[in-house]
């Protein structure tokens, strides 16, 4: 079991910047995945961005040049750096983590957070 705990949503204004951030317990793998969704309101969930153990990085196109997501493996968190937000950002934030399975070849089940809100005003 792994848990996830989010932190640092809240209300800013377009342009204006949050800092997210998730910190990990229980069973973590020494290879996983780390990620951001994100549900806007009546909006299905989406992936923000992800981070692997080994520093991969990918981001979607929405957030590219905006948006950064580190992490620290000694700590097991990882964090959103949100710059120059727009309204179409808000929606509340997940993090997630997969773990891969070495005994079966391949990546285990997804853990998520409760989830932090994020709302931009315009």
């Known amino acids: 079991q792994v848990q996830l705990v989010e932190s640092g949503g809240g209300l800013v204004q377009a342009g204006g910047s949050l800092r997210l951030s998730c910190a990990a317990s229980?069973?973590?793998?020494?290879?996983?995945?780390m990620r951001w969704y994100r549900q806007p309101p009546g909006k299905q969930r989406e992936l923000v961005a992800a981070?692997?153990?080994?520093?991969?990085?990918n981001y979607a196109d929405s957030v590219k040049g905006r948006f950064t997501i580190s992490r620290d493996n000694a700590k097991n968190t990882v964090d959103l750096q949100m710059n120059s937000l727009k309204p179409e950002d808000t929606g509340v934030y997940y993090c997630?983590?997969?773990?891969?399975?070495?005994?079966?070849?391949?990546?285990?089940?997804?853990?998520w957070g409760k989830g932090t809100l994020v709302t931009v005003s315009s």
């Open positions: 981070i692997t153990s080994g520093g991969s990085v």
């Open positions: 997630n983590e997969v773990n891969y399975r070495s005994d079966l070849g391949r990546y285990g089940m997804d853990y």
């Open positions: 229980g069973s973590i793998l020494r290879i996983n995945v």
